[in-house]
């Protein structure tokens, strides 16, 4: 639950009110504010605003041009929070929802109204915000709204995204051999195209809001320390030079827990020595992270300089990221990762068409499931409980601390047991 109130905050005779955004999510509360349009005096608002039934006319008046101004803020704010991700909300948030507010965007007039077509629109409108990877997994998304047109024999406007909508395309998506969860992507990212349009003056659906999505809790596959020392301990002889060099990236990846896209471009010249709090040299790693456009400075794990020293300082040579999920498949495979997991692996699936590859659910054996994400959840969830969730949080890059646990599978009970440590 959410709720908004007003507070009069200046010591001048006449200000703008303040708007406070209380809710509580994940038994934790925030308070956001915010500063309205609406100016009042400060004998209005603590004197005559709560009156009930003056009999001054214009006190009376006053009263209901007011009320009604703060309903409709409250009513725009509430409608937004209830349409976004809790995690998503911050004051950054409240302030643009404001502004919103008081700069509506205008109506559509020339922006098209049937769904595909709008997916183009709003790619080329964002192509400039949004990183590579994320453009590519919403391509994908049209690619798959596009063959369900085909299927059914119709265009879809942006107005037919309705609970309707959603329930025929996740039977089509499940006859085509897609999971509960990649499905569940797909209709999050239709919404979002839909959102967008919204915001720029076209109508939707009703429902749109109201589109609830089901996904499944999957076993979060990482690499245990003991498993990596396992991995690190492979001779030459059973690896050649290119299994070498994707598994110190992928050892490199363990304790940094950075994404592909940031670690394969690591170099000697990123590094540079800091005295700590002790006065000693430590060796500090500085980049820009490449989905998030945010400049990290992390420290350097010892199992990471080790790779540094017989290395001469340099850092392993980078490959393509297709290249490196086939290498580190086959380095677990020779360190005999083969602890029998049920989770989902991309396959060839049967009659497919243009779409061959599906995330097909069953049990695997932990090295086919291996991919260049492993790394980036092995430090997370190695060092969760270790170290700080805050310096955990930084390293990585969440945004926030729950986004960190949520990421790791975290519940609230493993929580509670993490703190009987401190009881």
Same mark, same amino acid.
């Given at each position: 639950?959410?709720?908004? @109130?007003?507070?009069?905050?200046?010591?001048?005779?006449?200000?703008? %009110?303040?708007?406070?955004?209380?809710?509580?999510?994940?038994?934790?509360?925030?308070?956001?504010?915010?500063?309205?349009?609406?100016?009042?005096? +400060?004998?209005?608002?603590?004197?005559?605003?709560?009156?009930?039934?003056?009999?001054?006319?214009?006190?009376?008046?006053?009263?209901?041009?007011?009320?009604? !101004? $703060?309903?409709?803020?409250?009513?725009?704010?509430?409608?937004?929070?209830?349409?976004?991700?809790?995690?998503?909300?911050?004051?950054?948030?409240?302030?643009?929802?404001?502004?919103?507010?008081?700069?509506?965007?205008?109506?559509?007039?020339?922006?098209?109204?049937?769904?595909?077509?709008?997916?183009?629109?709003?790619?080329?409108?964002?192509?400039?915000? $949004?990183?590579?990877?994320?453009? #590519?997994?919403? #391509?994908?998304?049209?690619?798959?709204?596009?063959?369900?047109? !085909? !299927?059914?024999?119709?265009?879809?406007?942006?107005?037919?995204?309705?609970?309707?909508?959603?329930?025929?395309?996740?039977?089509?998506? %499940?006859?085509?051999?897609?999971?509960?969860?990649?499905?569940?992507?797909?209709?999050?990212?239709?919404?979002?195209?839909?959102?967008?349009?919204?915001?720029?003056?076209?109508?939707?659906?009703?429902?749109?809001?109201?589109?609830? $999505?089901? !996904?499944?809790?999957?076993?979060?596959?990482?690499?245990? $320390?003991?498993?990596?020392?396992?991995?690190?301990? %492979?001779? +030459?002889? +059973?690896?050649?030079?290119?299994?070498?060099?994707?598994?110190?990236?992928?050892?490199?990846?363990?304790?940094?827990?950075?994404?592909?896209?940031?670690?394969?471009?690591? +170099?000697?010249?990123?590094?540079?020595?800091?005295? @700590?709090?002790?006065?000693?040299? #430590?060796?500090?790693?500085?980049?820009?992270?490449?989905?998030?456009?945010?400049?990290?400075?992390?420290?350097?794990?010892?199992?990471? %300089?080790?790779?540094?020293?017989?290395?001469?300082?340099?850092?392993?040579?980078?490959?393509?990221?297709? #290249?490196?999920?086939?290498?580190?498949?086959?380095?677990?495979?020779?360190?005999?990762?083969?602890?029998?997991?049920?989770?989902?692996?991309l396959s060839k699936f049967e009659?497919?068409?243009?779409?061959?590859?599906?995330?097909?659910?069953?049990?695997?054996?932990?090295?086919?499931?291996?991919?260049?994400?492993?790394?980036?959840?092995?430090?997370?969830?190695?060092?969760?409980?270790?170290?700080?969730t805050s310096y955990l949080t930084?390293?990585?890059?969440?945004?926030?601390?729950?986004?960190?646990?949520?990421?790791?599978?975290?519940?609230?009970?493993?929580?509670?047991?993490?703190?009987?440590?401190?009881?």
């Amino acid at each position: 639950m959410a709720a908004v @109130n007003y507070l009069y905050r200046s010591k001048k005779e006449k200000a703008f %009110l303040n708007l406070r955004l209380l809710f509580t999510h994940n038994h934790t509360d925030f308070v956001y504010g915010a500063k309205t349009k609406l100016e009042v005096s +400060k004998l209005y608002w603590e004197k005559y605003h709560t009156q009930k039934s003056p009999k001054d006319i214009d006190i009376k008046n006053q009263q209901i041009e007011v009320n009604t !101004e $703060l309903n409709k803020i409250e009513n725009h704010i509430l409608e937004a929070f209830h349409s976004t991700a809790p995690e998503k909300i911050d004051k950054a948030w409240l302030a643009n929802q404001i502004d919103l507010y008081y700069n509506p965007p205008e109506k559509a007039k020339d922006l098209p109204t049937d769904l595909l077509s709008y997916f183009d629109f709003y790619l080329d409108a964002r192509k400039n915000e $949004l990183a590579q990877q994320t453009l #590519k997994n919403y #391509k994908v998304v049209r690619k798959l709204v596009e063959k369900y047109e !085909e !299927e059914i024999d119709r265009n879809i406007k942006i107005i037919d995204v309705d609970s309707t909508f959603k329930t025929r395309f996740e039977s089509f998506c %499940l006859e085509k051999g897609y999971s509960v969860n990649t499905i569940a992507r797909c209709v999050h990212t239709v919404k979002s195209v839909c959102k967008h349009a919204m915001y720029n003056g076209i109508e939707v659906s009703p429902q749109l809001d109201r589109i609830k $999505l089901k !996904e499944v809790k999957v076993d979060k596959i990482y690499l245990t $320390l003991e498993e990596i020392e396992t991995i690190k301990k %492979l001779t +030459k002889k +059973k690896l050649t030079d290119s299994l070498i060099n994707a598994r110190d990236w992928l050892i490199i990846s363990c304790f940094t827990g950075q994404r592909i896209s940031d670690f394969m471009r690591f +170099k000697k010249s990123m590094i540079r020595y800091e005295k @700590n709090s002790k006065g000693e040299l #430590k060796p500090l790693l500085e980049f820009t992270q490449k989905k998030t456009g945010k400049i990290m400075t992390i420290p350097l794990h010892p199992e990471v %300089l080790k790779i540094l020293n017989k290395r001469k300082g340099n850092f392993p040579r980078p490959i393509s990221s297709q #290249k490196y999920n086939v290498y580190i498949k086959k380095v677990c495979a020779k360190a005999e990762i083969n602890t029998k997991i049920k989770s989902s692996k991309l396959s060839k699936f049967e009659d497919s068409g243009k779409f061959p590859y599906r995330k097909i659910e069953g049990e695997y054996e932990k090295w086919e499931l291996v991919t260049s994400h492993i790394g980036r959840r092995s430090f997370a969830t190695n060092f969760y409980g270790e170290y700080p969730t805050s310096y955990l949080t930084y390293m990585t890059g969440h945004k926030t601390e729950q986004m960190f646990l949520n990421y790791i599978g975290k519940s609230n009970k493993d929580i509670a047991l993490e703190l009987t440590k401190y009881f």
